[in-house]
């Protein structure tokens, strides 16, 4: 059974960073692209980023609105992807959830989610 | 990086059809078959409903269809159940980046 579980959300003050973790089971982690999607309180979804699988390069594309403070990584050896924000802003209060992408190379079909971890950001 | 445009609501009684619109642009839902759908209950995770504008993943029930035409994807939910009551978002790749819709309520009556 595949599964995504995020970690590492929590109160953050604006401008101070935060990892988020998420660790996969159930299928070859290495063999697949990851995304990260987030929902602030009563919004909708917007896509954070993606990383492609070292097949592919193991290369990120990003939103416009995180690029230059978010940064995707992951260690295969440990079935994790990570996001690591930077200079957080109070518009980055949400929800985080980790998605498995089915996109090779182009992200947007994701397959599986996990239940996500709350990122506020408030002083 | 503008969001794709759905209805705010639709609603439809039990066995009826409905459909959600998503309407982008020739940099996004006009350019790839990339459009997918999402099915999201109250405090739950999204869960994938429709790929690559119209594959079903295994599991999702046959009464859930996804089409394109030109800049717009639709989702079709036929024979609606009380269960299919949530929101629905569509996504769409937009060359190095994704667009989701802004969501649209669906009432089962």
């Known amino acids: 059974e595949v599964q995504l579980v995020e970690s590492g959300g929590g109160l953050v003050q604006p401008g101070r960073s935060l990892r988020l973790s998420c660790t996969a089971s159930g299928f070859t982690f290495g063999d697949y692209a990851m995304s990260w999607v987030r929902q602030a309180p009563g919004k909708g979804l917007e896509w954070v980023g993606f990383?492609?699988?070292?097949?592919?390069?193991?290369?990120?594309e990003y939103a416009a609105s995180v690029k230059g403070r978010f940064t995707i990584s992951r260690d295969d050896s440990k079935s994790i992807a990570y996001l690591q924000m930077n200079s957080l802003k109070t518009e980055d209060t949400a929800v985080y959830y980790c998605?498995?992408?089915?996109?090779?190379?182009?992200?947007?079909?994701?397959?599986?989610w996990g239940q996500g971890t709350l990122v506020t950001v408030s002083s | 990086q503008s969001a794709l445009t759905q209805p705010a609501s639709v609603s439809g009684s039990p066995g009826q059809s409905i459909t959600i619109s998503c309407t982008g642009t020739?940099?996004?839902?006009?350019?790839?078959?990339?459009v997918s759908w999402y099915q999201q209950h109250p405090g739950k995770a999204p869960k994938l409903m429709i790929y690559?504008?119209?594959k079903r993943p295994s599991g999702v029930s046959n009464r859930f269809s996804g089409s394109k035409s030109g800049n717009t994807a639709s989702l079709t939910i036929s024979g609606l159940q009380a269960e299919d009551e949530a929101d629905y978002y569509c996504?769409?790749?937009?060359?190095?980046?994704?667009?989701f819709g802004g969501g649209t309520k669906l009432t089962v009556l």
């Open positions: 998605t498995r992408d089915l996109g090779w190379e182009l992200p947007g079909d994701f397959d599986y």
């Open positions: 996504c769409s790749y937009a060359g190095s980046h994704v667009v």
């Open positions: 990383i492609r699988s070292k097949a592919y390069g193991g290369t990120t």
């Open positions: 020739s940099s996004d839902v006009g350019s790839y078959n990339l």
């Open positions: 690559e504008g119209s």
